[in-house]
């Protein structure tokens, strides 16, 4: 969970490489999202910065080397919509290049980090859960959601699902 395959990065570089691209975004989009919303953004900003953080990456996957450099894939990312979320603050004039709001949010760097890895641990998590969900049975992972995600006890997932206390 706290890597990306090497093997997706290697195949994204080929721009026709459909599946690869589709599988990328199903795994990156919503923590590109979610990350952009959590900086403060409203729905449609953070949809450009999920855009804008696309092109990038598009335009520089080719040149990311897990060898060549010091931060991982997770850190490249982290950087290029970090400084989207900058760009658009400077787009929208809610921040002035000059003022010392820009230099207050880029001192937040740490925060930032922290709400980064937050976004990267929790999307990671909720794309392998998906990924489990579409292995297993229908109602063995409607038993484990209702448990996780719903909160339920045992007992009510018993009853809802006309399972046995094993089974769940």
């Known amino acids: 969970m706290d890597s990306t395959r090497p093997s997706l990065l ?3 570089r080929d721009r ?3 599946e690869s691209w589709r599988e990328f975004f199903e795994l990156y989009s919503p923590l590109l999202y979610a990350y952009a919303r959590n900086r403060g953004l409203g ?3 953070a949809e450009e910065i999920q855009a804008s953080c696309y092109e990038t990456i598009v335009r520089r996957i080719s040149g990311f080397s897990h060898e060549e ?3 991982g894939f997770r850190a490249w990312l982290r950087t290029i ?3 989207r979320v ?3 603050f400077r787009k929208r004039k809610m921040l002035n290049a000059e003022s010392s709001d820009l230099e207050e949010l880029q001192s ?3 925060s930032a980090g922290e709400l980064w890895e937050k976004n990267w641990r929790t999307h990671h998590l909720m794309y392998c859960v998906a990924q489990v969900g579409k292995r297993v ?4 992972f409607e038993a484990f959601r209702l448990l996780t995600e719903e909160g339920l006890r045992t007992a009510d997932v018993c009853a809802k699902m006309g399972m046995n206390a094993d089974q769940v």
Do not use: F
Request: glycine letters at 0%.
């Open 69 to 71: 450099r010091n931060t």
């Open 43 to 45: 729905h449609d900003d």
């Open 10 to 12: 290697i195949r994204v």
């Open 81 to 83: 919509v970090n400084r």
């Open 86 to 88: 900058i760009d658009l």
């Open 16 to 18: 026709a490489d459909a």
């Open 108 to 110: 937040q760097e740490e």
């Open 137 to 140: 049975q229908p109602e063995t």
